[in-house]
């Protein structure tokens, strides 16, 4: 037992014994019963098992497969809901039976769901749990349970009653509406005789040369919306918010394992700040669900709105990170699965290009004998400068070699020098493979390339602008010109001199785009 100093042992899937299934005996007896007194109450009232499992920890499993793998091989499995609590790292989940899974899709059901494990989760103030927290949380998990399966029943009634109430209302209504029809047409029978009764009149006296004409005047009926738009939008807003909350707290869940798998494969240091966002947000949760509580109380509708928009906003704000922090450690866990296959890719990589450095070696020593010394200069340091590259990389896959199976974290930081160090080996070896036919071109190209930097150079000294500004890139593109011209005349490496001369085209180039010309 974890709280007397004994070690805890890894805890497969097991079959549950009764409301409280605790193999290690980590809860008294007393702590026993106040799980199994609310949990049998329940089932008396809704005909619904609740078991509870005490481990100290999953198997190095998600709590999710874990809980499913222990409900299958349950008699929770028919009819019931099942709860585990881990008490070394201090985690919980709970799943249910096929028939409350396929409900968990409504938000009322889910939302319930999560209240409880909320009320579980008030209760563990420390890690690892010590035997009164893991008793205090599963009973707080029951009774909450039972407390929201009451206020559903009733408000299963209520709803019931509103209903039967708008039909009653309704009913009326048509009945009104039949006795308004019946008055309108009484309406239209007087007005139709008052008009023949008129026009007989009027008749009558134009005979008596009196014309006076009768205008009827009607008043538009004016009626009074049924709904109040206010009211009708702060209703809006508060179920928006509650479907938000249940939302949150099924990411939340999800976040948790996905948080603890990590800590798993990667440390606590690793995954501190993942911890600090999730803590976040479940805080975020818990004022949201003390907020909803503030709307179901309050009669005032722009009360009730401004409390849910609170809730939303606290949970736009605290929500995205924990997102951005599981999809992060997912692509990690995702490259860590390929680092097997990495590791071997770069192994093969150093054999080949430790294959490569003996070709160069050759290459180098024949084109030696076509050359003067001068022309490749350049080229006589590339072979121990790969070398060491290639040095360089062997060591860190030995790294990796040593640490892939115990110390992910260092096998992935070894294997990124390795990778890189290997690319860099493979530039002085190329330069190798190509400075003959480099070298046979290199004269025409490097009189075209002093010709163009030539001329950027002259568009540079011709500028009317602030010499000072840019006359040490012109120094230094007149140093690379006259080596280049000294290249095609004498026996100097023109590889080199080729180089300066894109180096010299450059800085010409700068000196036209210097901030000082005008």
């Known amino acids: 037992m974890l709280a007397c100093g004994a070690p805890a042992f890894a805890t497969e899937p097991l ?23 609310p949990a049998q109450a329940f089932y008396t009232t809704y005909n619904t098992i609740i078991d509870v499992v005490v481990v100290p920890n999953f198997s190095d499993q998600k709590p999710s497969e874990w809980c499913e793998a222990t409900l299958k091989q349950s008699r929770t499995g028919e009819k019931g809901i099942l709860y585990v609590v881990s008490y070394e790292d201090g985690t919980d989940v709970f799943c249910t039976d096929a028939k409350m899974a396929r409900e968990m899709s409504d938000s009322t059901t889910r939302m319930t769901m999560d209240s409880a494990l909320s009320a579980a989760h008030r209760k563990y103030k420390t890690t690892p749990l010590p035997p009164e927290e893991a008793a ?28 039967q109430e708008e039909k009653d ?35 009558a006296r134009e005979d008596h040369n009196d014309d006076e004409p009768a205008t009827p005047t009607t008043r538009p009926e004016v009626r009074t919306p049924l709904v109040d738009p206010v009211r009708r939008d702060s209703l809006r807003a508060a179920a928006e918010a509650r479907r938000r909350l249940s939302e949150a707290e099924e990411q939340v869940r999800g976040a948790e394992e996905d948080w603890n798998y990590a800590r798993a494969q990667f440390g606590s240091a690793a995954t501190e700040q993942y911890g600090r966002r999730l803590e976040a947000a479940k805080d975020a949760i818990a004022r949201g669900l003390d907020t909803y509580e503030q709307i179901e109380l309050t009669p005032d509708a722009h009360t009730k709105r401004r409390l849910a928009s609170t809730i939303t906003a606290d949970l736009d704000k605290n929500l995205p990170p924990v997102q951005d922090a599981r999809q992060e450690f997912a692509a990690q866990s995702e490259k860590r699965l390929s680092l097997p296959a990495q590791v071997a890719d770069a192994r093969e990589r150093l054999v080949e290009e430790l294959a490569d450095l003996e070709r160069a070696k050759e290459e180098l020593t024949s084109i030696a004998g076509l050359y003067p010394d001068s022309m490749l200069a350049s080229l006589q340091d590339n072979p121990e400068r790969a070398a060491a590259l290639l040095e360089s990389a062997r060591a860190a896959l030995e790294t990796v ?89 004498s026996d100097e490496d023109p590889l080199q001199a080729s180089a300066a001369a894109s180096r010299a085209t450059t800085l010409a180039e700068r000196a036209i785009a210097a901030p000082g010309r005008r």
Do not use: C
């Not at 909450?144 to 209903?163: H, I, N, P, V």
């Not at 047409?185 to 009764?197: N, P």
């Not at 199976?405 to 020098?417: C, G, H, K, N």
């Not at 480099?438 to 001329?455: F, M, N, P």
């Open 136 to 163: 205090a949380g599963a009973e707080a998990f029951i009774r909450d349970l039972r407390s929201s399966y009451g206020f559903s029943a009733d408000l299963a009634a209520s709803y019931r009653k509103s209903q």
């Open 169 to 203: 209302a309704q009913e009326k209504r048509a009945k009104e509406d039949r006795q308004r029809n019946r008055g309108a047409t009484i309406l239209i029978v007087v007005v139709i005789v008052i008009a023949v009764v008129s026009n007989v009149w009027a008749k």
């Open 15 to 37: 079959t549950t014994n009764g409301h409280v299934t605790d193999p290690d005996s980590f809860l008294s007896d007393e702590q026993r019963a106040t799980i199994e007194s």
């Open 401 to 489: 070699g040593a640490h892939l199976d115990t110390d992910p974290t260092r096998t992935a930081s070894a294997l990124d020098t390795a990778q890189r160090a290997l690319s860099m080996a493979n530039a002085p070896t190329d330069a190798i493979f190509s400075a003959k036919t480099d070298l046979d071109t290199s004269r025409e190209k490097l009189a075209a390339s002093i010709g163009s930097v030539s001329q950027s150079l002259s568009d540079a000294k011709n500028l009317d602008s602030a010499a000072a500004s840019f006359a040490p890139l012109l120094d230094e593109a007149e140093v690379a010109i006259s080596r280049g011209q000294r290249a095609l005349v």
